[in-house]
């Protein structure tokens, strides 16, 4: 009984691989013309219809107009957020290189928070910015020497001070337009 199965199988296979090479051999005899379109770059049309077209009337939009008061609370929103941010980290024990970064944003903010303030303003903007740059030396310690504690307490006064001076409702009175 297995020599006849066995037989069969045999057979079947013969069958089988007879067929396989037999239709291999008619579809490479036959060629494959569509194949060979389906792979062949076609060449380029008309370049006329691809021409640019050139815009003859252009219109010129006005510059945007922001008030002093909306620029100085864009930067003053701005330097809330790195400041968060940077209370945030320093309470995770962030990467100093993180806290650096972050610092020196919040000194960016500051910058430009003093191009909107008046002349009298701006020399409180400074002793500030001068006390956030206090807190970025505190990062040239290496951060085993360099207490968490007192670097929070640092960064905590230097923005309470900014708060209560510099905050946007505060500083109307004292908003200028930029040099």
């Known amino acids: 009984m297995r020599r006849k199965i066995r037989q069969r199988n045999e057979i079947y296979g013969r069958r089988l691989v007879l067929l396989v090479c037999l239709s291999i051999f008619v579809t490479l005899s036959s060629g494959c013309a569509s194949l060979h379109k389906k792979f062949v770059r076609k060449k380029k049309e008309n370049k006329e219809e691809q021409a640019f077209i050139p815009v003859l009337d252009p219109v010129d939009y006005p510059a945007r107009s922001v008030s002093p008061e909306e620029r100085y609370r864009y930067n003053y929103s701005l330097w809330k957020v790195w400041q968060r941010d940077l209370v945030q980290k320093i309470d995770s024990r962030g990467s100093d290189k993180n806290q650096k970064y972050l610092v020196g944003q919040i000194i960016v903010q500051?910058?430009?928070?003093?191009?909107?303030?008046?002349?009298?303003?701006?020399?409180e903007l400074s002793g500030l910015i001068a006390a956030w740059r206090d807190?970025?030396?505190?990062?040239?310690q290496p951060a085993a020497l360099r207490s968490s504690f007192t670097v929070k307490r640092k960064v905590e006064s230097a923005a309470k001070d900014v708060r209560e001076k510099f905050n946007p409702e505060t500083a109307k009175g004292f908003l200028v337009s930029p040099r």
Do not use: A, F
């Open 110 to 123: 500051l910058e430009e928070m003093k191009k909107w303030i008046n002349d009298t303003r701006k020399q």
């Open 135 to 140: 807190v970025l030396v505190l990062y040239d």
